[in-house]
């Protein structure tokens, strides 16, 4: 059996989902990169102004690499017992967040990958990355046949729609090289049709200032106030983009069954707000979402209260948060309420 096909077989046996082979070569997307920079389109997000160099030559970040093993892992391989359903009701967060930082995980299979093929050939030199380096991950993953770019700039699969993490061990390895998939979003826009703050502003091309999961995520200051409504529940991520994705069949499925009424999720998110910050910390142990941090949860809690339906439980919640020291939070706060006080005088 050739190495290239023993390398996935491995993949397989390790809990990957899919894994393909990429030639380091991406001057095809270099356009596409410096177009969306210089619109801005970055946002806050400053690391994406550096190391062009090493994002477009994957031989900067390594100089012996030749061949680019890509693979992906689905959502469902960092499952987190000690997280319930409920967290993600009505989408309050997202798909992917409720779950074992995907991170560990990846870089534990991808060494174990690694040391499979070390004990196959004589000589191996790699670099293992999973979202921590100025790597196009899209891009090669793209081009070793795991899936296409969609319109709302996640990686489709046919099999898995969107719903998988990537990762990539760059290697010293000749080893034949995979072809690109077909792009199958052909005339479908659905995606961006159903982008809350029309954060994509055209096909393949998303404003991250606009993004849901940007604001709430990445965003480290004030929510701009003219966005805030357009947030709607949600407190980490969103999710629409993929929920909307004909290919997304088994999330979809996934969510219905998760749905509540506004006024069950508001329960709950009454109930996160109350949270302390070490019940916070220790709650989203182990979790994506604990690198918020405790002060942008409360302000991201606060938005998505603001944005439920009427009840007294919700301002009694505000009220007992307005003294946090944080002027950002109290911010929130306080366009929280002054919504529930317009919403409780118009009725």
């Known amino acids: 059996m050739e190495l290239a096909d023993q390398i996935k077989l491995w993949a397989k046996e390790i809990g990957f989902t899919n894994l393909g082979i990429a030639d380091p070569n991406l001057s095809a997307y270099q356009t596409h990169l410096e177009n969306w920079l210089e619109l801005g389109f970055q946002a806050e997000m400053?690391?994406?102004?550096?190391n062009q160099e090493k994002r477009l030559n994957p031989q900067e970040l390594m100089r012996q690499t030749k061949s680019i093993i890509c693979v992906n892992l689905s959502y469902q391989a960092c499952s987190f017992a000690k997280l319930t359903n409920d967290?993600?009701?009505?989408?309050?967060?997202?798909?992917?967040?409720?779950?074992?930082?995907?991170?560990?995980?990846?870089?534990?299979?991808?060494?174990?990958?690694?040391d499979k093929i070390s004990q196959a050939v004589d000589r191996f030199n790699y670099r293992a990355f999973c979202d921590n380096a100025p790597v196009l991950e899209k891009a090669l993953a793209e081009k070793s046949g795991i899936g296409w770019v969609g319109k709302y700039t996640c990686l489709v699969n046919k099999q898995n729609g969107s719903q998988f993490?990537?990762?990539?061990?760059?290697?010293?390895?000749?080893?034949?090289?995979?072809?690109?998939?077909?792009?199958?979003?052909?005339?479908?826009?659905?995606?961006?049709?159903?982008?809350?703050?029309?954060?994509?502003?055209?096909?393949?091309?998303?404003?991250?200032?606009?993004?849901?999961?940007?604001?709430?995520?990445?965003?480290?200051t004030s929510i701009p106030i003219e966005l805030r409504k357009l947030i709607g529940q949600r407190i980490v991520g969103c999710d629409e983009c993929q929920l909307?994705?004909?290919?997304?069949?088994?999330?979809?499925?996934?969510?219905?069954?998760?749905?509540?009424?506004?006024?069950?999720?508001?329960?709950?998110?009454?109930?996160?707000?109350?949270?302390?910050?070490?019940?916070?910390?220790?709650?989203?142990?182990?979790?994506?979402?604990?690198?918020?941090?405790?002060?942008?949860?409360l302000?991201?809690?606060?938005?998505?209260?603001?944005?439920?339906?009427?009840?007294?439980?919700?301002?009694?919640?505000?009220?007992?948060?307005?003294?946090?020291?944080?002027?950002?939070?109290?911010?929130?706060?306080?366009?929280?309420?002054?919504v529930r006080y317009r919403q409780r005088t118009s009725s």
Not at 46 to 50: A, G, I, P
Not at 92 to 105: E, F, G, L, N
Not at 192 to 220: G, W
Request: aromatic share 10%; with cysteine; net charge neutral.
């Open 244 to 297: 909307s994705c004909p290919w997304n069949r088994i999330m979809q499925d996934e969510l219905q069954q998760q749905k509540t009424s506004p006024e069950e999720c508001a329960k709950k998110l009454i109930e996160l707000f109350d949270w302390s910050e070490a019940e916070f910390l220790t709650k989203t142990q182990g979790t994506s979402i604990r690198r918020l941090g405790y002060e942008r949860w």
């Open 299 to 338: 302000r991201n809690l606060a938005v998505a209260l603001g944005n439920s339906p009427y009840d007294p439980a919700i301002i009694h919640a505000l009220k007992n948060r307005l003294n946090h020291p944080s002027p950002m939070v109290q911010e929130h706060i306080h366009w929280a309420m002054g």
């Open 46 to 50: 400053d690391f994406m102004n550096h």
């Open 87 to 114: 967290w993600q009701q009505n989408n309050a967060i997202s798909s992917y967040a409720a779950r074992r930082d995907y991170h560990k995980v990846m870089y534990k299979k991808l060494h174990q990958l690694a």
């Open 165 to 220: 993490f990537l990762g990539e061990l760059f290697t010293d390895l000749e080893l034949p090289f995979d072809h690109a998939h077909e792009n199958h979003c052909a005339s479908c826009n659905k995606c961006i049709a159903a982008c809350p703050t029309k954060a994509l502003k055209a096909p393949y091309t998303l404003d991250a200032k606009l993004c849901i999961a940007y604001l709430t995520l990445e965003h480290k």
